[in-house]
């Protein structure tokens, strides 16, 4: 256990849909970092946030937002979902910059 | 960030050292250098990182050459189970904004 949770683990949805990603850093962490990986591709930067307020953005599409709350956990908000968003996504924390830790991801499945 | 640059795929046999290179010759001053490692389709996990000194822990050995533009990790006993690709990154260790690229990293295969 990495000490960074992510829920769910696994999600089938439809096309069009909407769903939500959730991140609980490890302890003590205040960055929360998400990454997307595709089938067979390396890990794709999307967004970082510090402490609440957004830091870093990837290539992040316009469809995807995410924010971090008080508590420091993190929701990934993917919308009109098409097949090709389908992909494990991957949530990291870190204490302010330094190392990252990941958590184990949310397989999405968009059918 | 700066820009890493690893080779797509290694063998090693499995009980012998694995080598892995990483060029990174546009890293700052500021910049550790990090390795993390992806079994199949697992969270990735981290290995070692370091500054400018080389660096050991029960995973790895980290060598920095001296104008930091390359690095080496080691495995020093390769099993199976080190079958993974690894992934090299260079980062800050302040709080701004990091788009930390972990690029398309080396995919070691330990063979027995």
């Known amino acids: 256990d990495s000490g960074v949770t992510q829920t769910p683990k696994h999600l089938i949805t439809a096309t069009g849909q909407r769903v939500t990603l959730r991140c609980s850093p490890r302890?003590?962490?205040?960055?929360v970092y998400w990454y997307q990986q595709s089938l067979d591709q390396g890990l794709q930067f999307l967004i970082q946030?510090?402490?609440?307020?957004?830091?870093a953005k990837g290539n992040i599409l316009e469809r995807f937002s995410a924010q971090q709350f008080p508590d420091l956990h993190s929701e990934l908000n993917l919308s009109s979902l098409e097949l090709g968003d389908s992909a494990l996504y991957f949530c990291?924390?870190?204490?302010?910059?330094?190392?990252?830790?990941f958590g184990s991801g949310t397989r999405l499945t968009v059918v | 960030d700066a820009k890493t640059t690893q080779p797509t795929s290694m063998d090693c046999a499995e009980g012998r050292a694995a080598n892995l290179p990483c060029n990174h010759s546009?890293?700052?001053?500021?910049?550790?250098v990090y390795w993390y490692r992806q079994i199949h389709s697992q969270g990735p996990q981290y290995i070692i990182h370091?500054?400018?000194n080389n660096e050991t822990n029960e995973m790895a050995s980290l060598i920095i050459t001296e104008d930091r533009k390359s690095s080496t990790l080691i495995l020093p006993h390769a099993t199976l189970r080190d079958t993974a690709v690894y992934y090299c990154?260079?980062?800050?260790?302040?709080?701004?904004?990091?788009?930390?690229?972990f690029g398309a990293g080396t995919r070691l295969f330990v063979k027995a």
């Open positions: 302890s003590g962490d205040l960055s």
């Open positions: 370091g500054l400018k």
């Open positions: 990154i260079v980062r800050g260790g302040n709080t701004g904004g990091f788009k930390t690229i």
């Open positions: 946030y510090y402490n609440g307020e957004e830091r």
């Open positions: 990291a924390s870190s204490l302010a910059g330094g190392g990252y830790t």
């Open positions: 546009t890293i700052s001053g500021n910049e550790y």
